[in-house]
Antibody
Framework: EVQLVESGGGLVQPGRSLKLSCAAS????????MAWVRQAPKKGLEWVAT????????YYPDSVKGRFTISRDNAKSSLYLQMNSLKSEDTATYYC??????????WGQGASVTVSS | DIQMTQSPSFLSASVGDRVTINCKAS??????LDWYQQKLGEAPKLLIY???SLHTGIPSRFSGSGSGTDFTLTISSLQPEDVATYFC????????FGAGTKLELK
């Protein structure tokens, strides 16, 4: 069974940093592109980042480019999201998702991030 | 950037009803439109990918149609367990989600 388990969420002050992790199991992690998606409270979903199988290629929307960094460790079947210079508008539940031919076909349960002083 | 306009925002229907939800893209996205179901407190679950392909394990009462800029999710006979919020997602160029349709039982 495919499982994605996020961790590392919490309360952080504006301007500070936080790193999320996603532990994958039930599939060959190194064969799949992976992504992060977020959902602000009572709002819609927003794509945050994508990473290639090797980690050599990464993609971001303008809203987080330069502040967020996606990375992976295939030996540990783990995905990461380093978030710097956090703003209140980054408050959201962050999901990791597996990509199959660009389709987000499996999602984790999410990690909650609150940016507040 | 591609914008996705989803309608309606809210839908109330009875068990057994045929339900349709629409998404309109701001430009041609070919067939690259997916549908997700999100129940309260849960992660989104893939229902339909690439317009009309049913994901593994999804009941056949769910179907998708459309092309280019206009797409539809249809539930042929609404069941109580279908109460959820439904999102569309385009992956033709980057990723853009629709705002969601909250489906409730009448």
């Amino acid at each position: 069974e495919v499982q994605l388990v996020e961790s590392g969420g919490g309360l952080v002050q504006p301007g500070r940093s936080l790193k999320l992790s996603c532990a994958a199991s039930g599939f060959t992690f190194s064969n799949y592109y992976m992504a992060w998606v977020r959902q602000a409270p009572k709002k819609g979903l927003e794509w945050v980042a994508t990473i290639s199988t090797s980690g050599s290629r990464t993609y971001y929307p303008d809203s987080v480019k330069g502040r967020f960094t996606i990375s992976r460790d295939n030996a540990k079947s783990s995905l990461y999201l380093q978030m710097n210079s956090l703003k209140s508008e980054d408050t959201a539940t962050y999901y990791c998702a597996r990509l199959y031919s660009y389709v987000m076909d499996a999602w984790g349960q999410g990690a909650s991030v609150t940016v507040s002083s | 950037d591609i914008q996705m306009t989803q309608s309606p925002s809210f839908l109330s229907a009875s068990v057994g009803d045929r339900v349709t939800i629409n998404c309109k893209a701001s430009q041609n996205i070919n067939k690259y439109l997916d549908w997700y179901q999100q129940k309260l407190g849960e992660a989104p679950k893939l229902l339909i990918y690439n317009t009309n392909s049913l994901h593994t394990g999804i009941p056949s009462r769910f179907s998708g149609s459309g092309s280019g800029t206009d797409f539809t999710l249809t539930i042929s006979s609404l069941q109580p367990e279908d109460v959820a919020t439904y999102f569309c997602l385009q992956h033709n160029s980057g990723y853009t989600f629709g705002a969601g349709t909250k489906l409730e039982l009448k």
